[in-house]
């Protein structure tokens, strides 16, 4: 029984098809990256700003608290600081999308860490003390808690268990560093005891973290996908084709699109009723992906079309993957026969595309191609089509 919470908390963390997005950010989807960048960088900015004010401000406090030139140095340190998180909140890269978590959250604690450590050597070198109108044990309590209220603070983002981890070894370092130095930090307290309070806020922050992150990402998948086929919805698969296709002209690399739309599809919704006809699309959508690469992304571009984007991959390269779909089948119809499609083959390089939205036309132009071949047909250049699903292989789809 007493073991219940941490069972509890086990399940919710590892509950999916997936650990690792919750673990390192190399997991995380285009859209999932992409909010949680947005999310991030707003409560950074947000927060930054909220210190430069917050810092500043001590300075009164701190005048009041300290004889002259001890409250005066930490002044200084204060006004760079609030410069640095200023300059953090309102650099114009911000605008640009350009500055990643990573370096925004490094600066974040960086900042602050540094705060922390340059308060703590004038206060041990000028051996500040007065009694001022606080007193000089209220003022250092305040210096002392800044690691404590850094490491809160990364309650406040969805970070990976690896962010929060790299986060939370700079905060102990920095406070394990202080207190070997200047151990009249600790008033008494152990360096281990003080130690743990730091380790244990840290932990408590990344759980709190990495539960926020785990809500992210079933909020934004659901939002990104269609409820029917669990493909991609077309504004995701859109956005996500717009990035594989920028990423594909920096690196020089192919990029190919295979337009699916499946045949006399309409026919089914007349004949046996809508309920058949989803049917039809969740069989279809599920046959597609289990036999494509996990590099690859499905995409309901239409009601029976699909998109399916293929990184890093030639029209020779793309011809085994329709050949392997083909052998697989798309399913059945409900009187028994074999769903098929009429597939258009597009290469970024090969046929020169613009963009994205020139290299999806060319795709659905040489999908209606093989419609009006006859369907079942898929090609990748004006002229030559291929018989898609084959009369030997049709029984068994």
Known sequence: MPRQPIVTLAHFLTSGDDMRPLLTPAGHSHAVARERHGLIIGRVRMLALLLAALTVAWVGVDAMSFRWPAWGALAADRLVSAGCFLTLACHPRWRRGRLGIAPALGLLVGISLAFYLTAQLMLGLMG????????EGAANTAYNDLPYITAAGLALFPLTALESGLAGLAILGATALSMTVWPEILEGESLANALWHVLVTT???????????????????????????????????????????ANAERLAQPLTLAFFDLDQFKDVNDRYG??????????????????????????????????????ATTLADALPIIDRLADGGLGLRPNGNPQTASIGLAERMSDGSRDWNDLVAMSDVRMYAAKRAGRN?????????????????????
Request: hydrophobic share 45%.
């Open 377 to 397: 047909r898929y090609t990748a250049v004006a002229g030559c089509l291929i018989p898609f699903i084959r009369p030997d292989l049709a029984g068994a789809a």
């Open 274 to 311: 809508h309920e058949a006809g989803d049917t039809v699309l969740c069989e279809a959508a599920r046959r597609i992906r289990a036999n494509v690469r996990d590099s690859d992304t499905l995409v309901r571009w239409g009601g029976e079309e699909f998109l399916l984007i293929l990184p």
């Open 203 to 245: 932990g408590i922050a990344g759980i709190a973290g990495i539960c926020q992150l785990r809500l992210l990402i079933t909020l934004t998948d659901q939002a990104s996908r269609d409820g029917l086929t669990q493909a991609l919805t077309r504004q995701a698969g859109a956005e996500l084709l717009a990035v594989r296709f």
């Open 128 to 135: 500040a003390s007065a009694p001022g109108f606080l007193g």
